[in-house]
Nanobody, 123 residues
Framework: VQLQASGGGLVQAGGSLRLSCTASGRTLSPYAMGWFRQAPGKEREFVAA?????????LYAETVKGRFTISRDNGKNTMYLQMTSLKVEDTGTYYC????????????????WGQGTLVTVSS
């Protein structure tokens, strides 16, 4: 399955963005999904993960809990990451990923990765 992340951009601190991850080639519904991010000079880190159906468990990194919301619309073959109260430290390239088995925050467990979309939060 090919994943395409979009929706990144430049936003001021305190602002909001919604990222989308659209699949082509196959339906997204059999896959658990996740968002990861990588800041310049840092390792890729987990952001959020959602199950096949969007039901529990839904996981968030502590750094984004309460500010970010992950969701999916299998009918549209799309996953979303609604980001609010953005902080400068949220800056980075955001990647979406899909896994056949539930992988949660474990990046090596994901089978497919999108190309990333850049989010820049200015102070």
């Amino acid at each position: 399955v090919q994943l395409q992340a979009s929706g990144g951009g430049l936003v001021q601190a305190g602002g909001s963005l919604r990222l989308s991850c659209t699949a082509s080639g196959r339906t997204l519904s059999p896959y658990a999904m996740g968002w990861f991010r990588q800041a310049p000079g840092k390792e890729r880190e987990f952001v959020a993960a959602i199950t096949y159906t969007g039901s529990v468990p839904i996981l968030y990194a502590e750094t984004v809990k309460g500010r970010f919301t992950i969701s999916r619309d299998n009918g549209k073959n799309t996953m979303y990451l609604q980001m609010t109260s953005l902080k400068v430290e949220d800056t980075g390239t955001y990647y979406c990923a899909a896994s056949v088995r539930w992988s949660g925050s474990y990046a090596p467990g994901y089978d497919y990765w999108g190309q990333g979309t850049l989010v820049t939060v200015s102070s």
